[in-house]
Nanobody, 112 residues
Framework: QVQLVESGGGLVQAGGSLTLSCVAS????????MAWYRQAPGKQREVVAT???????RYVDSVKGRFTISRDNAKRTVTLQMNSLKPEDTAVYYC??????WGQGTQVTVSS
């Protein structure tokens, strides 16, 4: 059974930083494309950042230059470094593997 466990969410002031981590329960993680999604209240879930098995990354325009996605296959971990946070970044952030498996989500709240 595949499990993705996220951590690192919390409350931060605008302009601050947070680091989200997602640990996978399976070693085959290294063969999977990974992504971070977010869902704000009343809005659809949207992809924030993706990373391929080779480390190529893509970002939604609203976070380019502020967020960085990375992965450590040895630790079965994908990380989202979030800098210069804005109130509009407030959402539940979800880790996704292979467009199929989801973590439980972690709340990020940015106060103005």
């Amino acid at each position: 059974q595949v499990q993705l466990v996220e951590s690192g969410g919390g409350l931060v002031q605008a302009g601050g930083s947070l680091t989200l981590s997602c640990v996978a329960s399976v070693s085959i993680f290294s063969n999977w494309p990974m992504a971070w999604y977010r869902q704000a209240p009343g809005k659809q879930r949207e992809v924030v950042a993706t990373i391929t098995t080779y480390g190529s990354t893509r970002y939604v325009d609203s976070v380019k230059g502020r967020f960085t996605i990375s992965r450590d296959n040895a630790k079965r971990t994908v990380t989202l470094q979030m800098n210069s946070l804005k109130p509009e970044d407030t959402a539940v952030y979800y880790c996704n593997a292979r467009s199929e498996y989801w973590g439980q989500g972690t709340q990020v709240t940015v106060s103005s």
